[in-house]
Protein backbone atom coordinates (compact mmCIF):
# COMPACT_ATOMS: atom_id res chain seq x y z
CA UNK A 1 0.00 0.00 0.00
CA UNK A 2 1.56 3.56 -1.26
CA UNK A 3 -1.43 5.71 0.63
CA UNK A 4 -4.90 6.56 1.16
CA UNK A 5 -6.92 9.10 0.28
CA UNK A 6 -9.55 11.31 2.61
CA UNK A 7 -12.84 9.92 3.47
CA UNK A 8 -15.66 11.90 1.60
CA UNK A 9 -19.48 11.52 3.11
CA UNK A 10 -22.51 10.37 2.11
CA UNK A 11 -21.91 10.69 -1.39
CA UNK A 12 -21.47 7.99 -4.40
CA UNK A 13 -19.51 10.78 -6.48
CA UNK A 14 -16.74 11.86 -4.54
CA UNK A 15 -13.66 14.17 -5.79
CA UNK A 16 -10.66 13.47 -3.68
CA UNK A 17 -8.22 16.16 -3.14
CA UNK A 18 -5.41 14.55 -1.53
CA UNK A 19 -2.42 14.00 -4.47
CA UNK A 20 0.05 10.66 -4.32
CA UNK A 21 3.47 11.70 -5.27
CA UNK A 22 5.11 8.85 -7.57
CA UNK A 23 8.88 8.74 -9.44
CA UNK A 24 8.04 8.29 -13.41
CA UNK A 25 10.18 6.04 -15.59
CA UNK A 26 8.92 6.11 -19.19
CA UNK A 27 11.22 3.12 -19.62
CA UNK A 28 9.11 1.11 -16.71
CA UNK A 29 5.93 -0.65 -16.62
CA UNK A 30 4.34 0.71 -13.20
CA UNK A 31 1.52 -0.59 -12.54
CA UNK A 32 -0.87 0.35 -9.90
CA UNK A 33 -3.86 -1.03 -8.34
CA UNK A 34 -6.45 1.44 -6.61
CA UNK A 35 -9.24 -0.03 -4.26
CA UNK A 36 -12.42 1.86 -3.07
CA UNK A 37 -13.93 1.11 0.11
CA UNK A 38 -16.59 2.70 2.82
CA UNK A 39 -14.66 3.72 5.78
CA UNK A 40 -15.77 2.15 8.67
CA UNK A 41 -16.62 -0.85 7.71
CA UNK A 42 -14.66 -1.24 4.96
CA UNK A 43 -16.76 -2.69 2.82
CA UNK A 44 -15.14 -3.21 -0.55
CA UNK A 45 -16.69 -1.16 -3.51
CA UNK A 46 -14.21 -2.19 -6.58
CA UNK A 47 -10.77 -1.80 -7.73
CA UNK A 48 -8.87 -0.83 -11.24
CA UNK A 49 -5.73 -1.72 -12.82
CA UNK A 50 -3.73 0.53 -14.54
CA UNK A 51 0.11 1.54 -15.48
CA UNK A 52 1.06 5.06 -14.89
CA UNK A 53 2.24 5.05 -18.43
CA UNK A 54 -1.37 4.45 -18.90
CA UNK A 55 -2.43 7.97 -17.39
CA UNK A 56 0.52 9.83 -18.64
CA UNK A 57 -0.54 8.94 -22.17
CA UNK A 58 -4.02 9.55 -21.65
CA UNK A 59 -5.61 13.32 -23.27
CA UNK A 60 -4.60 16.08 -21.00
CA UNK A 61 -3.58 13.52 -18.52
CA UNK A 62 -6.92 11.84 -17.46
CA UNK A 63 -7.76 8.37 -17.50
CA UNK A 64 -11.13 6.71 -16.61
CA UNK A 65 -11.45 3.44 -15.92
CA UNK A 66 -14.27 1.37 -14.82
CA UNK A 67 -13.82 -0.63 -11.07
CA UNK A 68 -14.56 -4.29 -11.23
CA UNK A 69 -14.20 -6.99 -8.31
CA UNK A 70 -17.52 -7.82 -6.74
CA UNK A 71 -18.89 -10.37 -9.36
CA UNK A 72 -22.57 -9.64 -10.69
CA UNK A 73 -22.49 -5.24 -9.50
CA UNK A 74 -21.32 -2.81 -11.25
CA UNK A 75 -19.41 -0.96 -9.17
CA UNK A 76 -19.16 2.47 -11.05
CA UNK A 77 -15.51 4.19 -12.47
CA UNK A 78 -12.71 5.68 -11.80
CA UNK A 79 -11.69 9.10 -12.63
CA UNK A 80 -7.70 9.58 -12.45
CA UNK A 81 -5.67 12.44 -13.25
CA UNK A 82 -1.77 13.01 -13.68
CA UNK A 83 0.57 16.25 -13.66
CA UNK A 84 4.11 17.11 -13.24
CA UNK A 85 5.84 18.07 -10.51
CA UNK A 86 7.62 22.02 -11.23
CA UNK A 87 11.19 20.16 -10.90
CA UNK A 88 11.36 17.73 -13.45
CA UNK A 89 11.00 20.78 -15.78
CA UNK A 90 14.91 21.90 -14.59
CA UNK A 91 17.40 21.09 -17.75
CA UNK A 92 20.87 21.59 -16.19
CA UNK A 93 24.46 22.63 -18.78
CA UNK A 94 27.32 21.48 -17.12
CA UNK A 95 31.39 21.15 -18.23
CA UNK A 96 33.80 19.40 -17.22
CA UNK A 97 37.50 18.83 -17.60
CA UNK A 98 40.21 16.23 -16.28
CA UNK A 99 43.64 16.35 -15.26
CA UNK A 100 46.48 13.62 -15.25
CA UNK A 101 44.01 10.86 -15.73
CA UNK A 102 46.16 7.44 -16.04
CA UNK A 103 47.78 6.16 -19.40
CA UNK A 104 45.71 3.41 -20.96
CA UNK A 105 46.69 3.07 -24.79
CA UNK A 106 49.89 1.40 -25.42
CA UNK A 107 50.72 3.64 -28.38
CA UNK A 108 48.97 6.42 -27.21
CA UNK A 109 47.77 8.24 -24.28
CA UNK A 110 44.06 7.17 -23.69
CA UNK A 111 41.09 8.42 -25.27
CA UNK A 112 38.78 9.66 -22.16
CA UNK A 113 35.17 10.16 -21.78
CA UNK A 114 32.24 10.05 -19.01
CA UNK A 115 29.43 7.86 -17.85
CA UNK A 116 27.01 9.13 -15.69
CA UNK A 117 24.57 6.90 -13.75
CA UNK A 118 21.77 7.96 -11.98
CA UNK A 119 21.28 6.31 -8.48
CA UNK A 120 17.89 3.80 -8.36
CA UNK A 121 15.60 3.32 -5.31
CA UNK A 122 16.86 -0.44 -4.81
CA UNK A 123 20.35 0.47 -5.02
CA UNK A 124 20.95 -0.29 -8.32
CA UNK A 125 22.53 2.46 -10.82
CA UNK A 126 21.24 3.17 -14.34
CA UNK A 127 23.10 5.17 -17.48
CA UNK A 128 22.02 8.55 -17.94
CA UNK A 129 24.49 10.10 -19.78
CA UNK A 130 27.46 9.52 -21.47
CA UNK A 131 30.16 12.36 -23.07
CA UNK A 132 31.80 12.29 -26.36
CA UNK A 133 35.74 10.50 -26.49
CA UNK A 134 38.17 13.28 -26.67
CA UNK A 135 41.14 11.44 -28.45
CA UNK A 136 45.05 10.72 -27.12
CA UNK A 137 45.33 13.16 -24.09
CA UNK A 138 45.06 12.55 -20.21
CA UNK A 139 44.11 16.15 -19.90
CA UNK A 140 40.17 16.29 -21.70
CA UNK A 141 38.07 18.74 -22.00
CA UNK A 142 34.65 18.04 -22.57
CA UNK A 143 32.22 19.90 -24.26
CA UNK A 144 29.01 21.49 -22.63
CA UNK A 145 25.98 19.23 -22.30
CA UNK A 146 22.44 19.60 -21.19
CA UNK A 147 20.62 16.99 -19.04
CA UNK A 148 17.23 16.89 -17.14
CA UNK A 149 17.72 17.04 -13.84
CA UNK A 150 14.41 14.15 -14.15
CA UNK A 151 17.25 11.96 -15.80
CA UNK A 152 20.03 12.82 -13.42
CA UNK A 153 18.38 12.58 -10.12
CA UNK A 154 14.75 12.36 -10.40
CA UNK A 155 14.09 15.49 -8.55
CA UNK A 156 15.79 14.19 -5.54
CA UNK A 157 18.84 16.53 -5.06
CA UNK A 158 20.88 14.51 -2.63
CA UNK A 159 20.54 11.39 -4.33
CA UNK A 160 23.91 9.85 -5.48
CA UNK A 161 25.65 10.39 -9.03
CA UNK A 162 27.99 7.99 -10.36
CA UNK A 163 30.56 9.34 -12.73
CA UNK A 164 33.00 6.61 -14.41
CA UNK A 165 35.87 7.94 -16.56
CA UNK A 166 36.71 4.95 -19.18
CA UNK A 167 39.13 5.33 -22.10
CA UNK A 168 37.48 4.22 -25.23
CA UNK A 169 38.77 1.35 -27.20
CA UNK A 170 37.05 0.66 -31.07
CA UNK A 171 36.17 -2.80 -30.49
CA UNK A 172 33.80 -1.27 -27.68
CA UNK A 173 36.48 -2.86 -24.50
CA UNK A 174 36.70 0.25 -22.80
CA UNK A 175 38.95 0.36 -20.40
CA UNK A 176 37.92 1.57 -17.02
CA UNK A 177 40.21 4.18 -15.45
CA UNK A 178 38.24 5.17 -12.27
CA UNK A 179 34.83 6.70 -10.58
CA UNK A 180 33.64 9.17 -8.45
CA UNK A 181 30.43 10.07 -6.83
CA UNK A 182 28.78 13.10 -6.40
CA UNK A 183 24.71 14.75 -6.10
CA UNK A 184 22.93 17.48 -7.93
CA UNK A 185 22.94 19.93 -5.06
CA UNK A 186 27.19 19.34 -4.71
CA UNK A 187 27.34 19.93 -8.65
CA UNK A 188 25.15 22.93 -8.15
CA UNK A 189 27.78 24.62 -5.91
CA UNK A 190 29.48 25.19 -8.85
CA UNK A 191 27.87 28.05 -9.75
CA UNK A 192 29.55 29.92 -7.12
CA UNK A 193 32.89 28.10 -7.43
CA UNK A 194 35.05 25.23 -9.10
CA UNK A 195 34.87 21.72 -7.57
CA UNK A 196 37.15 18.93 -7.87
CA UNK A 197 36.84 15.29 -7.71
CA UNK A 198 39.57 12.71 -7.41
CA UNK A 199 39.01 10.09 -9.96
CA UNK A 200 39.71 6.61 -7.70
CA UNK A 201 40.42 2.85 -9.22
CA UNK A 202 39.00 0.26 -6.28
CA UNK A 203 41.28 -1.99 -7.74
CA UNK A 204 44.51 -0.24 -7.89
CA UNK A 205 43.93 1.36 -4.67
CA UNK A 206 43.52 -1.98 -2.82
CA UNK A 207 46.99 -3.18 -4.67
CA UNK A 208 49.04 -0.28 -4.18
CA UNK A 209 49.86 1.36 -1.06
CA UNK A 210 51.11 4.50 -2.86
CA UNK A 211 47.94 4.84 -5.04
CA UNK A 212 46.85 8.21 -4.60
CA UNK A 213 44.26 8.93 -7.47
CA UNK A 214 44.03 8.47 -11.16
CA UNK A 215 43.60 11.83 -12.02
CA UNK A 216 40.99 14.56 -11.43
CA UNK A 217 37.78 16.04 -12.88
CA UNK A 218 36.88 19.52 -12.65
CA UNK A 219 33.40 21.06 -12.75
CA UNK A 220 34.23 24.08 -15.06
CA UNK A 221 30.71 25.11 -14.62
CA UNK A 222 26.74 24.43 -14.21
CA UNK A 223 23.47 26.36 -14.85
CA UNK A 224 20.42 25.67 -14.93
CA UNK A 225 16.97 26.62 -16.58
CA UNK A 226 13.62 25.13 -17.35
CA UNK A 227 12.82 23.57 -20.20
CA UNK A 228 9.39 21.41 -21.98
CA UNK A 229 10.07 18.32 -20.84
CA UNK A 230 8.61 14.61 -22.40
CA UNK A 231 5.52 14.72 -20.47
CA UNK A 232 4.69 18.19 -22.02
CA UNK A 233 4.47 16.64 -25.31
CA UNK A 234 2.57 13.62 -24.47
CA UNK A 235 -0.31 15.64 -22.72
CA UNK A 236 0.15 17.99 -25.43
CA UNK A 237 -1.40 15.44 -28.14
CA UNK A 238 2.26 14.00 -29.62
CA UNK A 239 1.02 10.20 -30.23
CA UNK A 240 4.38 7.68 -30.53
CA UNK A 241 3.93 5.30 -33.34
CA UNK A 242 5.35 1.84 -32.61
CA UNK A 243 6.91 -0.35 -35.42
CA UNK A 244 8.58 -3.63 -35.35
CA UNK A 245 11.14 -5.11 -37.90
CA UNK A 246 12.18 -8.90 -37.38
CA UNK A 247 15.48 -10.33 -38.64
CA UNK A 248 14.26 -13.78 -40.36
CA UNK A 249 17.95 -14.69 -41.86
CA UNK A 250 18.72 -18.23 -42.16
CA UNK A 251 21.57 -17.69 -39.89
CA UNK A 252 18.84 -18.36 -37.33
CA UNK A 253 18.66 -21.77 -37.31
CA UNK A 254 15.37 -23.16 -38.31
CA UNK A 255 12.68 -22.21 -36.44
CA UNK A 256 11.24 -26.09 -35.49
CA UNK A 257 14.55 -26.43 -34.04
CA UNK A 258 15.54 -26.05 -30.40
CA UNK A 259 18.69 -24.42 -31.10
CA UNK A 260 16.99 -21.77 -33.58
CA UNK A 261 16.85 -18.30 -32.05
CA UNK A 262 12.69 -18.09 -32.98
CA UNK A 263 12.59 -21.61 -31.15
CA UNK A 264 9.59 -21.22 -28.95
CA UNK A 265 8.79 -24.04 -26.49
CA UNK A 266 5.44 -24.62 -25.28
CA UNK A 267 7.41 -22.75 -21.40
CA UNK A 268 9.29 -20.37 -23.39
CA UNK A 269 8.76 -17.64 -25.77
CA UNK A 270 11.85 -17.18 -28.08
CA UNK A 271 14.41 -14.57 -27.65
CA UNK A 272 12.49 -12.01 -30.31
CA UNK A 273 9.48 -12.47 -28.80
CA UNK A 274 10.64 -11.85 -26.01
CA UNK A 275 12.10 -9.19 -26.51
CA UNK A 276 9.18 -7.55 -28.58
CA UNK A 277 7.60 -7.70 -25.58
CA UNK A 278 9.40 -6.25 -23.33
CA UNK A 279 9.75 -3.13 -25.18
CA UNK A 280 6.06 -2.77 -26.96
CA UNK A 281 4.24 -3.35 -23.77
CA UNK A 282 5.54 -0.27 -22.39
CA UNK A 283 5.59 1.83 -25.88
CA UNK A 284 1.98 0.47 -26.54
CA UNK A 285 0.61 2.93 -23.56
CA UNK A 286 1.54 5.85 -25.35
CA UNK A 287 -0.09 5.07 -28.56
CA UNK A 288 -3.57 6.04 -28.73
CA UNK A 289 -4.84 3.52 -32.04
CA UNK A 290 -2.56 0.96 -30.43
CA UNK A 291 -1.88 -0.14 -34.19
CA UNK A 292 1.85 -1.41 -35.06
CA UNK A 293 3.15 -1.38 -38.36
CA UNK A 294 4.88 -5.02 -38.08
CA UNK A 295 7.67 -6.02 -40.87
CA UNK A 296 9.95 -8.66 -41.52
CA UNK A 297 13.40 -8.66 -43.51
CA UNK A 298 16.07 -11.02 -45.35
CA UNK A 299 13.29 -13.95 -45.93
CA UNK A 300 11.19 -15.54 -49.15
CA UNK A 301 8.41 -14.79 -49.23
CA UNK A 302 5.35 -16.28 -50.79
CA UNK A 303 4.02 -16.87 -53.22
CA UNK A 304 7.01 -16.01 -55.86
CA UNK A 305 9.47 -17.15 -53.13
CA UNK A 306 11.48 -13.65 -54.18
CA UNK A 307 13.48 -12.09 -51.17
CA UNK A 308 12.37 -9.36 -49.30
CA UNK A 309 13.73 -6.83 -46.56
CA UNK A 310 10.39 -5.20 -45.45
CA UNK A 311 7.42 -7.85 -46.39
CA UNK A 312 4.49 -7.51 -43.71
CA UNK A 313 4.36 -9.76 -40.84
CA UNK A 314 0.01 -9.71 -41.08
CA UNK A 315 0.54 -10.66 -45.17
CA UNK A 316 -1.06 -6.96 -45.91
CA UNK A 317 1.03 -4.82 -48.04
CA UNK A 318 -1.68 -1.98 -48.05
CA UNK A 319 -2.55 -2.34 -44.04
CA UNK A 320 0.93 -3.62 -42.58
CA UNK A 321 -0.36 -2.73 -38.98
CA UNK A 322 -1.27 -5.44 -36.26
CA UNK A 323 -3.68 -4.99 -33.23
CA UNK A 324 -1.33 -4.31 -30.35
CA UNK A 325 1.62 -6.27 -29.06
CA UNK A 326 -0.54 -9.69 -29.09
CA UNK A 327 -1.32 -8.91 -32.66
CA UNK A 328 2.11 -8.14 -33.99
CA UNK A 329 2.93 -11.77 -31.66
CA UNK A 330 0.39 -13.65 -33.62
CA UNK A 331 1.43 -12.25 -37.15
CA UNK A 332 5.23 -13.18 -36.40
CA UNK A 333 4.61 -16.49 -35.20
CA UNK A 334 2.49 -17.04 -38.19
CA UNK A 335 4.95 -15.67 -40.89
CA UNK A 336 7.45 -18.20 -39.46
CA UNK A 337 5.28 -21.18 -40.19
CA UNK A 338 4.95 -19.09 -44.10
CA UNK A 339 8.37 -17.61 -45.48
CA UNK A 340 11.95 -19.40 -45.68
CA UNK A 341 14.56 -17.67 -43.58
CA UNK A 342 17.32 -16.38 -45.99
CA UNK A 343 19.24 -13.64 -45.94
CA UNK A 344 21.23 -11.21 -46.48
CA UNK A 345 20.52 -8.91 -43.30
CA UNK A 346 19.57 -5.14 -44.47
CA UNK A 347 18.56 -2.47 -42.24
CA UNK A 348 18.34 0.20 -45.22
CA UNK A 349 14.65 -0.98 -46.29
CA UNK A 350 12.76 -0.56 -43.46
CA UNK A 351 14.82 2.14 -41.54
CA UNK A 352 13.90 4.21 -44.63
CA UNK A 353 10.14 2.82 -45.01
CA UNK A 354 9.37 4.34 -41.02
CA UNK A 355 11.71 7.23 -42.22
CA UNK A 356 9.60 8.20 -45.23
CA UNK A 357 6.47 7.43 -42.86
CA UNK A 358 8.24 10.20 -40.61
CA UNK A 359 8.47 12.49 -42.85
CA UNK A 360 4.79 13.22 -43.63
CA UNK A 361 4.19 14.76 -39.99
CA UNK A 362 7.05 17.03 -38.60
CA UNK A 363 5.08 19.12 -36.75
CA UNK A 364 5.75 17.42 -33.49
CA UNK A 365 2.06 15.48 -33.36
CA UNK A 366 3.51 12.40 -34.03
CA UNK A 367 6.75 10.71 -33.20
CA UNK A 368 7.94 7.12 -34.94
CA UNK A 369 10.12 4.77 -32.87
CA UNK A 370 11.60 1.96 -34.69
CA UNK A 371 12.27 -1.66 -33.24
CA UNK A 372 14.59 -3.63 -35.25
CA UNK A 373 15.53 -7.34 -33.32
CA UNK A 374 18.33 -9.02 -35.07
CA UNK A 375 21.18 -12.15 -35.00
CA UNK A 376 23.63 -11.13 -37.30
CA UNK A 377 26.40 -8.70 -38.66
CA UNK A 378 24.76 -6.28 -41.05
CA UNK A 379 25.07 -6.86 -44.53
CA UNK A 380 24.23 -3.41 -45.74
CA UNK A 381 26.04 -1.30 -43.38
CA UNK A 382 27.09 1.78 -45.80
CA UNK A 383 23.24 2.24 -46.93
CA UNK A 384 22.40 1.73 -43.31
CA UNK A 385 24.72 4.14 -41.91
CA UNK A 386 23.18 6.42 -44.62
CA UNK A 387 19.42 5.81 -44.10
CA UNK A 388 20.71 6.48 -40.06
CA UNK A 389 22.04 10.22 -40.88
CA UNK A 390 18.98 10.59 -43.00
CA UNK A 391 16.29 9.55 -40.57
CA UNK A 392 18.20 11.70 -37.55
CA UNK A 393 16.31 15.01 -38.70
CA UNK A 394 13.54 13.21 -38.46
CA UNK A 395 10.79 12.69 -35.58
CA UNK A 396 12.34 9.47 -35.16
CA UNK A 397 13.78 6.64 -33.27
CA UNK A 398 15.71 3.00 -33.62
CA UNK A 399 16.05 0.93 -31.12
CA UNK A 400 17.91 -2.53 -32.03
CA UNK A 401 18.12 -5.45 -29.98
CA UNK A 402 20.84 -7.87 -30.85
CA UNK A 403 19.98 -11.49 -29.81
CA UNK A 404 22.53 -14.37 -29.94
CA UNK A 405 26.13 -14.86 -29.73
CA UNK A 406 27.29 -12.49 -32.34
CA UNK A 407 29.78 -10.08 -32.60
CA UNK A 408 27.63 -6.76 -32.44
CA UNK A 409 30.63 -3.85 -33.48
CA UNK A 410 29.01 -2.13 -35.90
CA UNK A 411 25.82 -2.04 -33.57
CA UNK A 412 27.81 -0.32 -31.45
CA UNK A 413 29.13 2.29 -34.19
CA UNK A 414 25.64 3.02 -35.04
CA UNK A 415 24.84 3.32 -31.50
CA UNK A 416 26.41 6.88 -31.45
CA UNK A 417 26.77 7.37 -28.06
CA UNK A 418 30.42 7.98 -28.00
CA UNK A 419 31.26 8.90 -31.56
CA UNK A 420 28.52 10.71 -33.78
CA UNK A 421 27.52 8.37 -36.70
CA UNK A 422 28.37 9.96 -40.11
CA UNK A 423 28.31 8.97 -43.97
CA UNK A 424 29.74 10.42 -46.92
CA UNK A 425 31.13 13.02 -44.75
CA UNK A 426 27.36 14.16 -43.37
CA UNK A 427 26.96 13.62 -39.40
CA UNK A 428 24.10 12.85 -37.73
CA UNK A 429 22.01 15.59 -36.57
CA UNK A 430 20.76 13.91 -33.51
CA UNK A 431 22.04 10.29 -32.01
CA UNK A 432 18.57 8.53 -32.79
CA UNK A 433 20.07 4.98 -32.19
CA UNK A 434 19.97 2.64 -28.67
CA UNK A 435 21.61 -0.53 -29.03
CA UNK A 436 21.67 -3.57 -26.59
CA UNK A 437 22.50 -7.15 -26.45
CA UNK A 438 20.11 -9.20 -25.74
CA UNK A 439 22.31 -11.87 -23.69
CA UNK A 440 23.02 -9.05 -21.11
CA UNK A 441 19.55 -9.26 -20.02
CA UNK A 442 19.40 -13.31 -19.04
CA UNK A 443 19.10 -13.83 -15.24
CA UNK A 444 21.05 -16.46 -14.26
CA UNK A 445 18.04 -17.74 -11.82
CA UNK A 446 15.73 -17.62 -14.69
CA UNK A 447 13.71 -14.75 -13.75
CA UNK A 448 12.28 -13.90 -17.20
CA UNK A 449 10.01 -10.98 -15.80
CA UNK A 450 13.12 -9.13 -14.11
CA UNK A 451 15.45 -9.65 -16.92
CA UNK A 452 12.49 -7.86 -19.33
CA UNK A 453 12.01 -5.25 -17.09
CA UNK A 454 15.68 -4.32 -17.18
CA UNK A 455 15.96 -4.77 -21.30
CA UNK A 456 12.66 -2.42 -21.53
CA UNK A 457 14.32 -0.09 -19.30
CA UNK A 458 17.82 0.41 -20.89
CA UNK A 459 16.74 0.37 -24.51
CA UNK A 460 13.95 2.60 -23.59
CA UNK A 461 15.88 4.96 -21.43
CA UNK A 462 17.28 7.44 -23.95
CA UNK A 463 13.72 7.78 -26.14
CA UNK A 464 12.59 10.84 -23.76
CA UNK A 465 15.62 12.64 -24.66
CA UNK A 466 16.08 11.87 -28.12
CA UNK A 467 12.32 13.26 -28.64
CA UNK A 468 12.88 16.33 -26.77
CA UNK A 469 15.85 16.74 -28.74
CA UNK A 470 14.23 16.77 -32.58
CA UNK A 471 11.62 19.14 -30.74
CA UNK A 472 13.97 22.01 -29.29
CA UNK A 473 16.03 21.90 -32.78
CA UNK A 474 12.50 22.29 -34.61
CA UNK A 475 11.87 24.68 -31.75
CA UNK A 476 8.14 22.58 -31.48
CA UNK A 477 6.54 23.58 -27.66
CA UNK A 478 4.14 21.40 -26.65
CA UNK A 479 0.48 22.00 -27.76
CA UNK A 480 -1.97 23.56 -24.33
CA UNK A 481 -4.45 20.90 -23.11
CA UNK A 482 -7.83 21.51 -24.38
CA UNK A 483 -10.05 23.27 -21.06
CA UNK A 484 -12.07 21.01 -19.59
Known amino acids: ?95 LCANKLDKKDFFGKSDPFLVFYRSNEDGTFTICHKTEVVKNTLNPVWQPFTIPVRALCNGDYDRTVKIDVYDWDRDGSHDFIGEFATSYRELSRAQSQFTVYEVLNPRKKCKKKKYVNSGTVTLLSFSVESEFTFVDYIRGGTQLNFTVAIDFTASNGLPSQPTSLHYASPYQLSAYALALKAVGEIIQDYDSDKLFPAYGFGAK ?89 TASSLPMSI ?82 ADPE
Not at 367 to 382: E, F, K, Q, R
Not at 418 to 431: C, I, M, N, T, W
Request: aromatic residues 8%.
Open 399 to 480: IIVGVGPAEFEAMEELDGDEVRLSSRGRYAERDIVQFVPFRDYVDDSGNQVLSMARLAKDVLAEIPEQLLSYMKTRDIKPRR
Open 1 to 95: QFGRTEVIDNTLNPDFVRKFVLDYYFEEKQNLRFDVALFGAQDFLGQAFVALGEVIGSQRGRLERPLTGVPGKRCGTILLLAEELSNCRDIVTMQ
Open 301 to 389: VPPDGKISHQFPLNNNVENPSCAGIEGVLESYLQSLRTVQLYGPTNFAPVINQVAGTAAQVTDGSQYHVLLIITDGVISDMLQTKEAIV
